[in-house]
């Protein structure tokens, strides 16, 4: 289907230039290096930490795992965080959520130094994205957002932009950079009374409920441009938020799912460490 916006490409044009970055970066003796904390037992996390050690590999980026066991304190969790905050050869620190129930996940989340947090989750990177400020490290997943719609060469300024679903990771990070694009953007959640009425006015749909095919045909716009965030398994499928096979006759471009966002995650995250990495160069 002609809407169905092909994701993978654009992944692997950001994939390139995030490459030869990294090259640049070498080249001036910067080897940019991703520390990663993984305290759970949960396979989804364990392959979410594979992806990111494959995708380090692919593109040259050095990796380092500490791998906790139920064992584990907060305590010690915050002890691998401080030594990393301290270690130069360190760009990025990212603690692999859900942790093991019985540890601090806020109290962890927070002694990420923010100049190392690469999932632009510390309160100060979300401060600064609210104020526009040059150094910001936005969110792994708003930021694929951005470069699809990019990628799409849409202008955005004036265009009415819905944001269905309001969490920290995706729907209030990615109803701000709409915002800083100049769309007049409306936020949607589960308290919402008639979500149709917002969504049929949408020129940008974005869904983030974890809602199974939420939205239907009949709740978009014609020649609408619809990202789907959803990741729902069902009966070992995955599925989005919206009803993609119907929609896509109806709007002008929509996101797959699976192959879709989910798969500029990672590459946006390797973006962010290597952003993180170059400001060394700026240093010396
Ligand atoms: P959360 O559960 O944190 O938030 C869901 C949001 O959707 C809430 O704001 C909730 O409203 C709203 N919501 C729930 N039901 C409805 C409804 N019926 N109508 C309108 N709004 C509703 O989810 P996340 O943002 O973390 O994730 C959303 C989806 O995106 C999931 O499927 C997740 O797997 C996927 N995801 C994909 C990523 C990727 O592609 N890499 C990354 C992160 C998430 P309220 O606030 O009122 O409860």
Redesign the pocket.
């Known amino acids: 289907m002609d809407s169905i916006i092909d994701v993978k490409k654009i992944v692997e044009r950001k994939k390139e230039k995030i490459k030869s970055n990294v090259q640049k970066l070498n080249k001036v003796g910067i080897y940019p290096k991703l520390a990663v904390i993984l305290a759970n037992d949960d396979e989804a996390s364990k392959i979410y930490v594979g992806k990111k050690r494959s995708m380090c590999e692919e593109l040259g980026i050095q990796e380092v795992e500490y791998i906790l066991d139920e064992t584990t304190t907060t305590k010690k969790v915050l002890e691998i965080i401080d030594r990393l905050n301290n270690d130069t050869s360190v760009d990025g620190i990212l603690v692999q959520l859900p942790l093991f129930k019985h540890l601090d996940e806020p109290k962890i989340l927070e002694a990420i130094s923010c100049k190392k947090d690469v999932d632009g989750f510390h309160p100060t990177n979300l401060g600064k994205l609210i104020i526009n400020h040059e150094e910001e490290i936005i969110p792994?997943?708003p930021k694929?957002i951005m470069w699809i719609l990019d990628s799409l060469g849409v202008n955005i300024e004036g265009l009415n932009a819905v944001v269905?679903?309001?969490?920290?990771?995706?729907?209030k990070p990615i109803a701000q950079l709409l915002l800083k694009k100049n769309a007049t953007v409306t936020m949607?959640?589960?308290?919402?009374k008639d979500?149709k009425s917002y969504t049929s006015k949408a020129d940008i749909l974005v869904v983030?409920?974890?809602?199974p095919n939420?939205i239907t045909k009949d709740m978009v716009k014609k020649d609408a441009i619809v990202i789907d965030?959803?990741?729902?398994r069902i009966e070992k499928k995955i599925v989005?938020?919206v009803d993609t096979k119907e929609v896509s006759k109806k709007v002008k471009y929509i996101t797959p799912v699976p192959g879709?966002?989910?798969i500029?995650?990672v590459a946006a995250l390797m973006d962010n460490l290597v952003n993180i990495a170059s400001k060394r160069k700026e240093k010396r």
């Open positions: 792994c997943t694929g269905v679903g309001r969490s920290v990771i995706v729907g949607c959640h589960s308290k919402t979500l983030a409920t974890g809602v939420l965030v959803g990741i729902n989005g938020d879709g966002v989910g500029t995650t």
